[in-house]
């Protein structure tokens, strides 16, 4: 069964434009996937959103179930992702794949790589 996501008004409303502004040498895969998943979130006003969920500035642990390993990073708009400083873009594969789910949840998504599984470990908002 799929999970439903739900995200916050401001981050609907910023994932949506970014996805129309987004220059054609991006992913197009990953866009149609993470528009697909738009259109079937559950959008709440800010203050609804459980402190659990992951949405725009969240820090997140996932765990790659095939490569048995935690990560650690920043999930950020595309204008401030840096990898070196664990700054993720929303609209990088990985990014798109976790937007909206909540601790505890299991992620499958597309990546470069094919197919992963992730654990949601932890998700920290301020």
Known sequence: MKKEIILSRQDYDLITSLIKNTPSDFSQYSLRKL???LKSAKVVEG????ADVIRVNSEVDI??????KTM????????????KENKLSILAPLGS???????????EWEVP?????????????S
């Open 63 to 68: 765990f790659d179930e095939k490569e048995k």
């Open 35 to 37: 528009s697909t998943e």
């Open 72 to 83: 650690t990073f920043k999930l950020v708009p595309p204008s401030v992702s840096n990898l």
């Open 47 to 50: 203050e609804r959103l459980p």
């Open 113 to 125: 790589a094919g197919t992963k599984v992730f654990k949601i470990k932890e998700v920290r908002n």
């Open 97 to 107: 794949a976790i937007i909206g789910y909540r601790k505890g949840d299991l992620v």
